[in-house]
């Protein structure tokens, strides 16, 4: 998703000297492309947009490992900084994009017909789980290297 924000905000003075001092400190070097910054608002929303996404995953995801059954309703109250609404549309949205299934909780609970349990696909548990094992192995070679 690509953000544009047209509307210039017309930020107090202090606000923008604080604006540069935070840009001034973040590790922009690390990112694998170049940002201007004025477009770090942008980049900041779409962070902050995708962070909702990623916690609904972690609660399915959770759930899922745990064998337990998860639903729109019981993510919703979870995450009460989120409306159901929005809940129901990242879960819908993902349930789209094939990154959830509905499936029976592996530990099947309930026999509520009304329940309609999601469940990460095997894609993405397996995209999930080598991810962070790569990030395990990248920190062991950075303790080994340390230590060396």
């Known amino acids: 998703m690509v953000l544009n924000i047209t509307k210039k905000l017309n930020l107090s003075t202090e606000d923008q000297k604080r604006q540069k001092n935070i840009i001034s400190k973040l590790n922009l070097a690390k990112l694998?492309?170049?940002?201007?910054?004025?477009?770090m608002c942008a980049l900041n929303l779409e962070m902050a947009r995708?962070?909702?996404k990623y916690k609904?995953?972690?609660?399915?995801?959770?759930?899922?490992?745990?064998?337990?059954?998860?639903?729109k309703?019981?993510?919703?109250?979870?995450?009460?900084?989120?409306?159901?609404?929005?809940?129901?549309?990242?879960?819908?949205?993902?349930v789209k994009k094939n990154f959830?299934?509905?499936?029976?909780?592996?530990?099947?609970?309930?026999?509520?017909?009304?329940?309609?349990?999601v469940r990460?696909?095997?894609e993405v548990?397996?995209?999930f789980i080598?991810?962070?094992?790569?990030?395990?192995?990248s920190l062991m070679k950075f303790k080994k290297d340390l230590i060396n």
């Not at 995953?57 to 639903?71: H, K």
């Not at 959830?100 to 349990?117: C, G, S, W, Y």
């Open 32 to 39: 694998p492309f170049e940002i201007s910054p004025d477009r």
């Open 50 to 52: 995708h962070s909702k």
């Open 56 to 71: 609904v995953f972690l609660i399915i995801f959770e759930s899922n490992e745990l064998g337990e059954e998860i639903y």
């Open 73 to 94: 309703e019981k993510i919703s109250s979870k995450l009460p900084e989120y409306s159901y609404k929005t809940v129901a549309q990242i879960v819908d949205d993902g």
């Open 100 to 117: 959830f299934i509905k499936l029976d909780a592996r530990a099947k609970t309930t026999k509520d017909l009304k329940i309609r349990n």
């Open 120 to 122: 990460p696909s095997e």
């Open 125 to 127: 548990i397996i995209e």
């Open 130 to 137: 080598n991810w962070k094992i790569d990030l395990l192995a």
